[in-house]
């Protein structure tokens, strides 16, 4: 099955700082990859994909992740962060189970950001 | 853009009771439907794919009988939560996928209902 790991429980920034949320995958086949992120009690909203084509993926909010197949690694970067950035953040993987054919989606266990003013 | 409602936003219940999430997409149609249950951890866990008109398929190890999905119409999913107990506590989100989009369209979630089981 495919599967991401978010390494990070928490990541903590300076506004003004540039930011990275680490994600990584292990799939079979082609990856196809997500990050949504999360407000307190809220549902998640998409920031941006990676299913083919360039390697750094530009998405909502200024965000941006980079796809290294090397390193099987997509995280999510901003260049300058705001204090508005701070939110639950997901990488979620693509996954289609043999047995079922239905395609889902698979997440990481979720990194907090905290972007201090 | 597509919009996924959902009600209510909380709830709380006494054990034993059964509870009713609605999902809705607005301004479009959502054959498939996906429900979610988020733990305090944070961790975001696929319980099952719903279906417009036939059964939802569920994921191992969560419990058909108790978590009862139905989706009856291209607009409206629901999840019911039968016999409540407090370790059924927890964020349910729904979510759809955008409409006319491929399979790697992103998904579109509902605000998430909090349940607590008293």
């Known amino acids: 099955a495919q599967s991401v790991a978010q390494p990070e429980d928490q990541v903590n920034v300076a506004e003004g700082n540039p930011l990275t949320v680490k994600c990584t995958y292990s799939?079979?086949?082609?990856?196809?990859l997500f990050w949504y992120v999360q407000y307190p009690n809220r549902g998640l909203q998409f920031l941006l994909k990676?299913?083919?084509?360039?390697?750094l993926v530009k998405g909502s909010y200024g965000f941006e992740a980079e796809f290294n197949k090397s390193q099987t690694s997509f995280h999510l970067k901003k260049p300058s962060a705001l204090v508005s950035d701070s939110a639950l953040y997901f990488c979620?993987?693509?996954?289609?189970?043999?047995?079922?054919?239905?395609?889902?989606?698979?997440f990481g266990t979720g990194t907090r950001l905290l972007v201090s003013p | 853009g597509a919009v996924v409602s959902q009600h209510p936003s909380w709830v709380i219940c006494k054990s034993g009771t059964s509870v009713k999430i609605e999902c809705r997409s607005l301004?479009?149609?959502?054959?498939?439907m996906f429900w979610y249950r988020q733990f305090p951890k944070q961790s975001l866990m696929l319980m099952a794919t719903?279906?417009?008109?036939?059964?939802?398929?569920?994921e191992q190890g969560v419990e058909k009988d108790k978590f009862l999905i139905n989706h009856a119409s291209l607009t409206l999913s629901t999840l019911t939560v039968t016999s409540a107990h407090p370790e059924d506590s927890s964020f349910y989100i729904c979510?759809?996928?955008?409409?006319?989009?491929?399979?790697?369209?992103?998904?579109?979630f509902g605000n998430g209902t909090r349940l607590t089981v008293t």
């Open positions: 979510s759809a996928r955008d409409p006319g989009g491929s399979y790697n369209s992103p998904l579109h």
């Open positions: 799939v079979s086949g082609n990856p196809y």
């Open positions: 990676y299913i083919t084509g360039d390697n």
């Open positions: 979620a993987v693509r996954d289609i189970p043999m047995n079922t054919g239905f395609q889902k989606l698979v």
């Open positions: 301004d479009f149609q959502a054959t498939t």
């Open positions: 719903s279906n417009e008109g036939s059964k939802a398929t569920y």
